[in-house]
């Protein structure tokens, strides 16, 4: 068995508020994400998705249990070859689209004309040729995103954290972007990790699907959703699609209601 | 130029020609104020005749160093402030109560400690200035959105490029509201020091025109210290509006 690209074992994540109160986010979860898939992570609202990316990412440290990253355990830094999507604008508006893009090779040390080449080939993959001497400010939210995901791109990590990258675009904007993200991915053959709360961009964009039960977060459902590598949003055309986004939500909807507090007010679970 | 920029000039403009004319008039007593074109006129005659030469000169050195001392001092101690949440709780009553001090009273002391030279009055500009930078740089760190930071992380920054390559630029809009106050600041506390307290420099020259009933010569130090202090804030205000129009959101 190969090693998978990161693993969460037995991991939980305790928060103490100001007030001195501990809050159970997340877990147990046991997790492992394979080379070169593409995992998505539905559950519903405040279950800990993203502290799980962050858990992944190495930005927080678990309470209990272990993460590791290519076999080695991550100590609250963030190791070469994860590269992390916000759900925020984490586009600098002090830099241009270009220089935006470029940042984190810079950062990291990379020959000028290496940095160039980097850069030059993002801006095209994403589409933002013509803004590339923009400044984020006259972009839209979604081209905004788009050099975020550019600048993660650029530094060709193995693994890509993603955490709601979409959420503020409207349905059509996602499926479009979400049609390039499929095709970044299989471009770059890095395994990809995307947090979202809609089902149907989960369904569309993974090949298995983590599904969260409410606070604390854990791990209820693992579907696989035999798609080809080869796919686009044309697959929710596919029956199969219908079935699995119903599957999905089935697991979902009584862990959303408790989320809402609703099972503790009667509302019905039919 | 815009039309709140061309109403602003208008305004100014009304406001001296009424002056001008209550002056002409004799509705203002010429031992009061004379007329702003006998103002600008004297102005003219000092400059050209490099009389104020050197009391422009101590002035500007004096206001430039408590300016710099001011805004490096004050951004170091704001991004300390900031990193260290006890030194936060300290800071925060002193920084709000600090302007309630009337920091001329402690000149004595300054002279004691500094001589009879230009430090002293350097450190009145330099104390007024600073709080005022620090407050600036701990709202705009407050402001940095959560998210950079954990982009620094992502990055792997250190502390002092995540400062410098994402804090400071993520807080520029804070920090020049920082700047102008500490220039302002700096202006009133140095200009203030030599007219109470110092035997040179331009508010030395001004108590001194006032002291020898020359009105003349104190008005157009006047003009001149007041269209100084609005010529060097517009032009952080310029600075401001160039970095910042690339920022707005179209």
């Known amino acids: 068995m190969p090693e998978p690209q990161a693993r969460l074992t037995s991991v939980t994540k305790v928060f103490e508020t100001p007030q001195g109160a501990a809050v159970h986010a997340l877990g147990p979860i046991d997790l492992a994400l394979e080379r070169g898939e593409f995992l998505t992570v539905v559950g519903p609202s405040g279950c800990g998705k993203t502290t799980l990316l962050e858990l992944l990412a190495g930005l927080t440290v678990p309470t209990a249990g272990v993460v590791t990253f290519e076999g080695e355990p991550l100590g ?28 984190g090779l810079r950062r990291a040390g990379v020959a000028a004309q290496e940095i160039r080449a980097r850069v030059d080939r993002a801006v095209d993959f994403m589409g933002l040729g013509a803004f590339a001497r923009a400044y984020p400010a006259q972009l839209s939210g979604g081209m905004r995103q788009r050099v975020c995901i550019a600048r993660t791109l650029v530094l060709e990590p193995r693994l890509i954290l993603l955490d709601e990258p979409f959420g503020a675009l409207d349905q059509q904007t996602r499926l479009l972007m979400g049609d390039e993200l499929l095709r970044l991915w299989r471009e770059s053959g890095a395994t990809v990790l995307l947090i979202t709360h809609a089902i149907d961009e989960a369904v569309m964009l993974a090949d298995r699907i983590a599904v969260m039960s409410a606070r604390p977060g854990r791990i209820i459902d693992l579907v696989e959703t035999g798609w080809p590598a080869q796919r686009s949003s044309r ?29 503790q007010v009667g509302v019905s679970r039919e | 130029m815009s039309r709140i920029v061309r109403a602003q000039i208008g305004a100014i403009a009304s406001f001296i020609a009424v002056l001008e004319l209550l002056t002409r008039l004799g509705v203002i007593d010429r031992l009061t104020m004379i007329p702003p074109s006998e103002m600008a006129g004297q102005l003219w005659r000092l400059l050209t005749e490099g009389a104020l030469n050197a009391p422009m000169a101590q002035t500007f050195v004096n206001v430039a160093l408590a300016f710099v001392l001011s805004v490096s001092v004050g951004m170091a101690s704001g991004l300390a402030i900031h990193a260290l949440p006890r030194l936060r709780r300290l800071a925060d009553p002193l920084l709000a109560s600090y302007y309630a001090v009337p920091f001329f009273v402690f000149y004595p002391l300054l002279i004691a400690i500094f001589g009879l030279n230009r430090w002293p009055l350097v450190a009145i500009g330099f104390v007024f200035g600073t709080a005022a930078v620090v407050i600036a740089t701990l709202n705009g760190l407050d402001r940095v959105p959560r998210v950079m930071r954990k982009l620094a992380r992502v990055h792997r920054l250190g502390r002092i490029e995540e400062a410098f390559l994402i804090v400071l630029p993520a807080a520029v809009p804070h920090l020049f509201t920082g700047l102008k106050l500490a220039l302002a600041y700096a202006f009133i506390g140095v200009i203030a020091g030599e007219f109470i307290l110092s035997g040179s420099g331009l508010g030395h020259a001004i108590a001194y025109a006032y002291d020898s009933f020359d009105n003349e010569t104190m008005y157009a130090l006047m003009l001149f210290v007041l269209v100084l202090a609005i010529a060097l804030n517009a032009a952080l205000h310029l600075c401001e509006q160039r970095l910042l129009r690339r920022r707005r959101r179209a």
């Open chain 1, 76 to 103: 609250g830094r963030v190791p070469p070859g994860v590269g992390v999507v916000f759900q925020e604008d984490a586009s600098l508006p002090w830099l241009t689209v270009w220089d935006n893009i470029a940042f």
């Open chain 1, 235 to 263: 697959i929710v055309e596919d029956e199969a699609f219908g079935r699995l986004t119903a599957h999905v939500w089935s697991k979902l909807r009584a862990e959303s209601m408790k989320a809402l507090g609703r099972d």
